[in-house]
């Protein structure tokens, strides 16, 4: 399928996840099937402002195609600035954040609370569209609570507005990431959009992954919070879908691996202090589940070293095979 014209191979996208969906995790993705990625969210205020962490969110490798930078805000203006900034990336999509449920976000006018203001949302998709070079896709909820329940208004005025694919993420900004997730919502915004619809929301497996599609029959869906610790779950994916075949987790001993290996990539591009304080929170998602997980994630909590890690990596194989 088609994103504008931007070819998608496959069905299951990386979502755009801050703090987390980086260059290394992006990578390892793409390596495992993702059928393309998305930054993580990047203010179109810090980016027209030639903000530094806004410069280097936005960049993009050539092992990471095809990738969108997203971006965020409330003002057009602004918003319109920003695409020549995020350009100088060479990315094939611009993603527009209209979901975020983040305090910090909506709660200065930015991601899910555009929910709110349909028209003002509508008016950033045809300004961003008017000067971006590459389609432009927009990320909403189903609504900013149950009270306001309007992603098919939101969905349509976007793709009036230009937009190349909309993605819907099947809660409400109240619910942040709490069950249940709406597919019926997500369904009926298929129903209504001639452009593609991206289900997003749960997918967390081969089965999970399957029933998206089923329930929704969108285009493509988006996998955020079900990938971390498990990059392999596109491969898992890809493979359900394509064949009908269920692969297997990993044994321990590769996901140790997939882990230090994550990790390495982290501090090449971070270098070793940042790295390893991101690389905590990561160890402790690839432990999950684990015989002795909570011993590991406290020790893994206080990473410092890649020896530390190959060091820990290795006491676990040994103690869960």
Same mark, same amino acid.
């Given at each position: 399928?088609?994103?504008?014209?931007?070819?998608?191979?496959?069905?299951?996208?990386?979502?755009?996840?801050?703090?987390?969906?980086?260059?290394?995790?992006?990578?390892?993705?793409?390596?495992?099937?993702?059928?393309?990625?998305?930054?993580?969210?990047?203010?179109?205020?810090?980016?027209?402002?030639?903000?530094?962490?806004?410069?280097?969110?936005?960049?993009?490798?050539?092992?990471?195609?095809?990738?969108?930078?997203?971006?965020?805000?409330?003002?057009?203006?602004?918003?319109?600035?920003?695409?020549?900034?995020?350009?100088?990336?060479?990315?094939?999509?611009?993603?527009?954040?209209?979901?975020?449920?983040?305090?910090?976000?909506?709660?200065?006018?930015?991601?899910?609370?555009?929910?709110?203001?349909?028209?003002?949302?509508?008016?950033?998709?045809?300004?961003?569209?008017?000067?971006?070079?590459?389609?432009?896709?927009?990320?909403?909820?189903?609504g900013w609570d149950f009270d306001s329940i309007n992603a098919v208004e939101m969905a349509k005025r976007a793709e009036n507005a230009g937009a190349a694919a909309v993605t819907v993420h099947g809660r409400t900004r109240s619910q942040m990431y709490a069950p249940p997730v709406n597919t019926d919502i997500i369904a009926q915004v298929k129903n209504e959009l001639t452009i593609p619809v991206i289900g997003n929301g749960d997918i967390t497996d081969c089965f999970s992954a399957a029933k998206m599609l089923e329930d929704t029959n969108c285009d493509l869906i988006m996998i955020g919070r079900g990938a971390l610790g498990r990059p392999w779950v596109f491969s898992q994916i890809?493979?359900? @879908?394509?064949?009908?075949?269920? @692969?297997?987790?990993?044994?321990?001993?590769?996901?140790?691996?997939?882990?230090?290996?994550?990790?390495?990539?982290?501090?090449?591009?971070?270098?070793?202090?940042?790295?390893?304080?991101?690389?905590?929170?990561?160890?402790?998602?690839?432990?999950?589940?684990?015989?002795?997980?909570?011993?590991?994630?406290?020790?893994?909590?206080? @990473?410092?070293?890649?020896?530390? @890690?190959?060091?820990?990596?290795?006491?676990?194989?040994?103690?869960?095979?």
């Open positions: 399928m088609k994103i504008g014209n931007v070819e998608i191979m496959g069905k299951a996208v990386l979502a755009p996840m801050a703090g987390v969906a980086d260059r290394a995790f992006r990578e390892l993705c793409v390596s495992y099937g993702a059928s393309y990625v998305v930054s993580e969210m990047i203010s179109s205020k810090g980016v027209s402002m030639g903000d530094r962490k806004s410069k280097e969110l936005s960049f993009l490798s050539s092992a990471e195609r095809p990738a969108a930078v997203q971006i965020f805000g409330s003002d057009p203006n602004i918003m319109a600035q920003s695409v020549e900034k995020v350009m100088a990336s060479r990315p094939e999509i611009i993603d527009i954040n209209m979901g975020c449920p983040a305090p910090k976000i909506a709660g200065n006018g930015g991601g899910a609370s555009l929910m709110k203001k349909p028209g003002l949302a509508e008016e950033i998709v045809r300004a961003v569209v008017a000067v971006s070079p590459v389609p432009v896709t927009v990320k909403i909820r189903i890809n493979a359900y @879908l394509e064949h009908g075949r269920v @692969l297997p987790e990993p044994p321990v001993s590769e996901r140790m691996r997939v882990m230090v290996n994550h990790i390495k990539k982290i501090c090449e591009y971070k270098g070793e202090y940042v790295g390893m304080r991101e690389a905590r929170k990561h160890a402790a998602w690839y432990t999950k589940g684990l015989r002795g997980a909570a011993k590991y994630r406290q020790e893994l909590g206080m @990473l410092s070293s890649l020896e530390q @890690l190959e060091e820990t990596a290795y006491r676990i194989c040994v103690e869960n095979e």
